[in-house]
């Protein structure tokens, strides 16, 4: 079960860090990844990291500006997100254990229920 945290109202250039908690016993085995939707758009990857955290891939729209990273100690991932944007205003999702192209969501396995991010311009 993945659980997402620390959505909410932000102003354009302001910041937020969402969380990710998981259970089950196997989060340390599994590759993690957020994705997004907009109103009226599809579901979009946005960033994943690998197992150990060594690796992480994110999409051009936030190169740069975002940042993921997990704790497997706590069973965590988190997406720092900095110089927020009107346009990254959307739904954002936790998932995990991909098999396949990791940039399409359905590659991966488990969900998070969703958490809004709302950026005001």
């Known amino acids: 079960q993945l659980v997402e945290s620390g959505g909410g109202l932000v102003q354009a250039g302001g910041s937020l860090r969402l969380s990710c908690a998981a259970s089950?016993?196997?989060?340390?085995?599994?590759?993690m990844g957020w994705f997004r939707q907009a109103p009226g758009k599809e579901r979009e990857f946005v960033a994943a990291?690998?197992?150990?955290?060594?690796?992480?891939y994110y999409a051009d729209s936030v190169k740069g500006r975002f940042t993921i990273s997990r704790d497997n100690a706590k069973s965590m991932a988190y997406l720092q997100m900095n110089s927020l944007k009107p346009e990254d205003t959307a739904v954002y999702y936790c998932?995990?254990?991909?098999?396949?192209?990791?940039?399409?969501?359905?590659?991966?396995?488990?969900w998070g229920q969703g958490i809004q991010v709302t950026v005001s311009s």
């Open positions: 089950g016993g196997t989060f340390s085995t599994l590759p």
């Open positions: 998932a995990a254990d991909p098999e396949g192209t990791f940039t399409k969501d359905e590659a991966w396995g488990s």
């Open positions: 990291i690998t197992v150990s955290g060594g690796d992480t």
